[in-house]
């Protein structure tokens, strides 16, 4: 293994979401993930965040199961669960027991209401969060409803990125304090934080209704056009020397009633103009024409194509893992770089043992062998 996290050890309570995808952060960083599934749980290879790990099935509400996962934690670094509070608790692995054993250990939590709260409870998903962040209230087109942004927002940007930043901070901290602690990351908190600057434009006066400003789609530099051969271009000339240059591709740069970005009452007739011209061409001879020029236009890339561009050629932003391309870890590090990812494997016994069980704890506890 390689990379900036090599030498730390996770100890993964398996599960479905966000805490997964912190995992596969971690173990693209170069920490050592152990983690730990229900019984039963096939592996699945095309499931790109579990990626990475050595796994191993515990019965947890079994008393050897739970002695087992007790010792990975005392010999883990970090631990990390998405179960709903009081869960771990009832297993008799929250936060109590495992840092007695364990003062040092860092100890994530990630929920979708937070520990505590009227809702801590409740059931949710990444857009039941979102929603009560105010975040997705803004996202969509002006008259029609809000648009799931599929689960980016809240599960990975609110939730497993924060609880990475958590897990990282926590331990810097211990390097000075030599203490673990416990973190309680929530997919609200996070959804609420992702929209700071957008309070800040709410409180100014300068962010008006939904799909009514430059960054929700309402301007006509800021937007996606359908092209001849129903591909789609993105364009973000927000900057004054960028929207010059779009005009200019687009043929309008003498037309003065382009003349004034920034007057929102004239957005509406500059996208349905635009709108025009885009469909006049296929998308990617619209980046034949764009090259060179800082337009800021892109091409909409679907999920094959997205690995195959040149860009990412280039900077080896896909890899190949377990026979298909997914993306590779990021970012990059000059002197510590991260390792390929590989496939999750089956914790061997000799995995185990080099984390301080017993090959006695080892037997009773395991409930499928490595293959």
């Known amino acids: 293994m390689a990379g900036p996290l090599t030498g730390v050890r996770v100890f993964e309570a398996g599960g479905i979401g966000p805490a997964p995808f912190c995992g596969m952060v971690l173990a693209d960083l170069g920490a050592e993930v152990m983690q730990v599934t229900r019984p039963g749980v096939p592996h699945d290879r095309f499931d790109v965040p579990a990626r990475g790990r050595r796994r191993i099935a515990l019965d947890l509400r079994s008393s050897a199961g739970a002695a087992a996962a007790l010792d990975l934690a005392a010999a883990a670094d970090v631990l990390i669960e998405g179960f709903r509070p009081g869960v771990m608790e009832r297993l008799g692995l929250g936060p ?48 029609e409803p809000p648009v799931p942004p599929l689960n980016l927002v809240a599960d990975y940007g609110g939730g497993a990125m924060l609880l990475a930043v958590g897990v990282l901070a926590a331990l810097q901290e211990r390097s000075i304090s030599g203490r673990g ?61 960028f929207h010059a240059q779009l005009l200019a591709l687009c043929g309008v740069a003498d037309d003065p009633a382009f003349a ?10 500059h996208k349905a103009r635009l709108a025009d011209v885009f469909r006049t061409r296929p998308r990617d001879e619209w980046c034949r024409l764009a090259e060179g020029r800082d337009c800021c236009l892109s091409p909409v890339m679907d999920w094959d194509e997205a690995p195959f561009h040149p860009h990412h050629a280039d900077r080896h932003t896909f890899v190949e893992v377990d026979g298909f391309a997914q993306p590779a870890p990021a970012p990059r590090f000059s002197r510590t770089p991260s ?30 062998p490595p293959r």
């Open 96 to 143: 109590g027991p495992c840092l007695e054993r364990n003062p040092r250990l860092v100890y994530g939590r990630m929920t979708g209401w937070g520990q505590h709260g009227s809702l801590a409870q409740a059931a949710g998903h990444d857009l039941n969060y979102l929603a009560l962040s105010g975040a997705l209230h803004g996202i969509g087109r002006p008259g």
């Open 181 to 241: 602690q416990v973190i309680d990351a929530a997919m609200s908190d996070g959804s609420a934080l992702l929209g700071a600057l957008f309070h800040g434009r709410r409180a100014a006066g300068r962010w008006l209704g939904r799909g009514e400003n430059h960054l929700d789609g309402g301007a006509h530099f800021y937007n996606t056009y359908l092209c001849a051969d129903g591909g789609y271009v993105a364009v973000a000339a927000t900057e004054p020397q």
């Open 260 to 269: 004034d970005q920034w007057n929102r009452t004239q957005w509406p007739a």
């Open 339 to 368: 390792a390929l990812p590989h496939a999750s494997s089956e914790a061997s016994d000799a995995d185990l043992r080099a984390w301080g069980l017993s090959q006695r704890t080892i037997d009773a506890a395991r409930i499928e």
